[in-house]
């Protein structure tokens, strides 16, 4: 096969072209195997290969390998590729191995030291190729050799800004397959310092690496606290002409923007004033950014510019502290749950529902009622509707209870079955809690068990007995109510249930009207009973006991 120096290597391609011009899988099986027996006999034979004809035998075992075909040979030439001065020879050497050596093969010590030679290289190409093969790799192994030369290569003087960010990302994910194994104690306040970094790049990597660390050490790294809210300041305060190259649709460095706000979740409000005070000033001027004219129609101005907008919200909810932010968040959101963007919607009702559970934001969110009510009947997608069913319950209160339940049971009738359980559970919850007066609560059970029985649970049933049982001034009306619900031609067994022992334990209550005297009570029972599992059967049973015992007549 003829060799061209240079990096064409045509002998490559005129080996993928044969490929792809093979007529059936035999062809194409026959072309390969035939290739494979040529580089084997190669790499055996041939002593003086010289590296641009091992990176293109290496580029076709790799070719070979992605079409599917295992590869038991090449890995000793690839690894010796590793060792080249040429920038495309140890490319595909490390390609190579990033894809065909398993973290687990014998081979990995000397891979490990060629990428050690790298880290220490003044060539930052063959550095960030070091890189970026540990990074595909992330084995425990290369963790345990690597462990120490990474954070060198990250807090150097020397290292340039698109080192640095590769090696703050590589650190990254060593320290997620290998958290035992990476220890940053001695470099903790130099990789918090990279939040100071002039390259905005580097600054974007290393908050992902930070997070990562505070996580499992927030007390080592509480500083980065300071020195995000002033990197957010910054951006927030910037207009997008200062920061041209990460500029996203005139939203200045968005990305940066929502992991800065992320961080800040993992701490509690900022003790100091003067950083509170500036991380307020950075809260607002996001939440007055909302509300300007959009600067382009494009999908994306809008996405960049919400995404800094809700994880504002989210840290301002995490935050829980200062009423006025609260309010505000609220009231943006409010204006988001009738957008015609689906997901907009969505997230509103998500977020809400946390601003539901805070003391100072809990009644500006109860103003958006009747807009979550009309979502739940109008909205097509089931997620969204699940969401506002979330937000309902979670803004229940005494003044509000029966209005939310009483549409949640209307809402119940039609619901999806994939939310029926959960909203049965919801809607129980709320009547027991809010239950001022107990005929009310008895009135949803039994409504929830008509109109949704297969979903109400064991325990929804238990509970009302429960609450019944303990109760004087419910226990006439509830053997009123369920003896009126058993007269419905087809009842759920649940509601059998639940009528059975209610009218075991108090149908004496209503036993006096001749409409429900004991033998009308006990026929209307018998008569669902051979429609009913083992189990009711019992009950029913007992409760025949209790009726021969209490009303000697029948």
């Known amino acids: 096969m003829p060799t061209v120096k240079g990096d064409s290597m045509r002998g490559l391609a005129v080996f993928i072209s044969d490929i792809r011009n093979c007529k059936s899988k035999e062809a194409e099986v026959k072309r ?8 084997r006999s190669k790499f055996k034979g041939d002593k003086t290969l010289d590296g641009y004809q091992k990176k293109k035998y290496v580029c076709k075992l790799l070719f070979i390998f992605l079409l599917g075909h295992d590869i038991d040979f090449g890995h000793m030439e690839a690894v010796n590729l590793l060792s080249s001065n040429k920038y495309t020879e140890k490319q595909i050497g490390y390609l190579f191995i990033s894809v065909l050596v398993g973290a687990n093969n014998e081979l990995m010590k000397l ?14 190409v063959h550095v960030c190729l070091a890189l970026q093969c540990v990074a595909n790799i992330g084995s425990r192994e290369m963790a345990e050799g690597l462990g120490n030369e990474i954070p060198k290569v990250l807090v150097s003087g020397d290292t340039i800004d698109a080192v640095k960010q590769s090696a703050a990302l590589t650190l990254l994910k060593l320290i997620r397959t290998s958290p035992d194994v990476i220890h940053m104690g001695e470099w903790a306040s130099r990789v918090v310092h990279l939040l100071n970094d002039q390259h905005m790049g580097v600054v974007t990597a290393a908050v992902s690496l930070i997070e990562c660390l505070v996580k499992k050490h927030p007390d080592e790294y509480k500083g980065c606290v300071q020195l995000a809210v002033s990197r957010l300041s910054r951006i927030v305060t910037s207009s997008y002409t200062d920061l041209q190259d990460y500029t996203y649709y005139f939203v200045p460095a968005p990305w940066l923007s929502v992991k800065l706000l992320r961080l800040l979740q993992n701490y509690p409000p900022p003790e100091d004033p003067s950083i509170r005070t500036r991380l307020t000033d950075c809260l607002e001027t996001i939440l007055n950014k909302a509300q300007e004219p959009p600067k382009s129609k494009k999908v994306q101005h809008s996405n960049a510019k919400n995404s800094v907008l809700f994880e504002a919200i989210y840290l301002i909810i995490h935050m829980d502290s200062d009423p006025n932010l609260l309010v505000r968040a609220c009231n943006q959101l409010g204006q988001f749950l009738q957008h015609r ?3 907009l919607r969505y997230l509103a009702l998500e977020s809400m529902c946390l601003l539901a559970t805070s003391e100072f934001s809990h009644e500006a969110v109860k103003k958006h009622l009747e807009t979550v009510i009309l979502a739940l009947k109008t909205e097509r997608d089931v997620s969204v509707r699940q969401r506002a069913v979330d937000l309902l319950y979670a803004m229940c209160d005494r003044t509000n209870a029966e209005e939310i339940v009483g549409e949640m049971l209307a809402y119940l009738e039609t619901a999806d079955y994939s939310i029926r359980e959960e909203m049965v559970l919801k809607v129980a919850i709320l009547a027991e809690k809010y239950a001022v007066d107990y005929s009310w609560y008895v009135d949803i059970i039994l409504n929830l068990i008509r109109i949704a029985g297969d979903f109400v649970s064991e325990e929804v049933w238990y509970r009302v007995i429960q609450i019944v049982i303990n109760r004087d001034d419910v226990q006439g009306y509830a053997a009123k109510t369920v003896f009126e619900a058993l007269q419905a031609p087809a009842c759920h067994e649940n509601m ?22 004991p033998s009308v009570q006990l026929e209307l029972l018998h008569s669902k009973f051979h429609l009913c599992s083992a189990a009711t059967r019992g009950l029913l049973l007992s409760t025949y006991v209790k009726f021969a015992n209490l009303f000697p007549e029948i």
């Open 32 to 39: 390969i195997n035939k290739e494979l027996a040529n580089i």
């Open 111 to 124: 891979v490990i030291q060629a990428i050690k030679n790298d880290l220490h290289a003044r060539n930052p």
């Open 341 to 343: 963007e689906t997901n």
């Open 496 to 517: 059998v249930k639940v009528g059975g022992y209610i009218l075991g334990e108090f149908g004496n209550l209503i036993a006096g009207d001749p409409r429900s005297s």
